[in-house]
């Protein structure tokens, strides 16, 4: 074998340990027969992860443009919150956070443009540093949709720059492993607006959770509705969802059972998501659906009318008597 070939061998065989391990780590597939809908889409809508201080390792994120048109896509990377509003999740954008993220993550590309089906597999690396404190780190990778066409203002003075079309975030929960306090509770268990009656049988109810520890707990649960009898009707499961640490977490549910008509009660068993700790709380409703009400209406109006005539028969029969 001739120098030069044995050469080559070699490089081939070192290339993998000296150039760096996230080179061309990304990649992009060509997708036929993917519809067109005018969006683009992002998964996973969450990634969970445990690091030891100081340790990396990488979440991979896919993004499919479903956009109909060749598109421009930009990565950004964002803090985000248990938001203040309890009709809302997170919110992003959050600066000074002792809980950031968002500075450790990093990925080998920031901007890629895809064909309309193109999916592209993007891994997210995650670097700690030695001090990191343990608890939980938030972050998001953001994906933005934009156009860089030259945009006209209103004072005729044309400027070049991306507009943002449309965004997506992927949330990133890390847990930093050391003195880590996993601590919550189901606080309330309710029917929205604190209703008691309700005229059909869909009954909108809410679930508050509070974690008062330092890492994302992921309580799960399931309902379980019984009439005045005590019989089951059914059951709801309700999926994990996430809770972060010093806030209070809210899950909407709506509860249908067909034909409903009375007295009713919910029954909750959530798991805390930790230590199989269970909470249980149990709500009382009433159901009396217009049909059912227009059936004792008319009922009572029937009533009413017979004894009407009843009375009116026997007024006459005793006249005629008499």
């Known amino acids: 074998m001739n120098t030069k070939l044995k050469k080559g061998i070699i490089w ?4 993998p340990f000296v150039l760096p391990t996230n080179l061309l780590a990304f990649s992009i597939k060509a997708n036929t027969g993917i519809p067109v809908q005018g969006s683009f889409v992002v998964g996973p809508a969450k990634s969970e992860i445990t690091l030891l201080p100081g340790e990396t390792k990488s979440v991979t994120l896919q993004i499919q443009n479903r956009m109909g ?4 896509f930009v990565i950004s990377f964002e803090d985000f919150s248990a938001s203040k509003n309890l009709n809302e999740t997170v919110e992003l954008g ?4 002792k809980t950031s993220l968002s500075q450790f993550m990093s990925v080998e590309k920031k901007e890629f443009t895809l064909n309309q089906g193109d999916e592209l597999t993007l891994p997210v690396t995650i670097s700690l540093p030695a001090n990191a404190n343990p608890g939980g780190k938030f972050g998001a990778v953001v994906v933005s949709a934009v156009s860089k066409k030259d945009v006209s203002g209103t004072e005729a003075r044309a400027y070049s720059g991306a507009t943002v079309i449309s965004r997506i975030a992927s949330l990133v929960f890390v847990t930093v492993s050391g003195d880590t306090k996993s601590e919550g509770v189901l606080t309330s268990f309710a029917t929205k607006n604190n209703k008691t009656i309700f005229f059909s049988s ?3 109810v809410r679930l508050v959770f509070q974690n008062t520890g330092n890492v994302n707990l992921n309580p799960y649960g399931i309902i379980t509705v019984r009439d005045t009898f005590g019989s089951v009707l059914g ?5 994990p969802w996430f809770a972060l640490p010093d806030s ?4 909407d549910v709506t509860l249908h059972r067909s034909n409903m008509f009375g007295k009713y009660s919910a029954h909750v068993a959530v798991n805390r998501g930790y230590g199989n700790v269970i909470d249980e709380k149990e709500i009382t409703f009433y159901v ?3 049909f059912w009400i227009a059936v004792i209406i008319i009922s009572l109006i029937l009533v009413i009318i017979g004894a009407r005539k009843f009375v009116s028969r026997k007024k006459a029969v005793s006249e005629i008597i008499s």
């Open 12 to 15: 081939i065989a070192i290339i």
């Open 69 to 72: 048109r060749t598109q421009t």
């Open 94 to 97: 959050i600066q000074n956070s």
């Open 202 to 204: 869909e009954i909108p």
């Open 235 to 239: 059951t709801t499961e309700l999926d």
């Open 248 to 251: 209070l977490r809210t899950r």
């Open 288 to 290: 009396f659906p217009p």
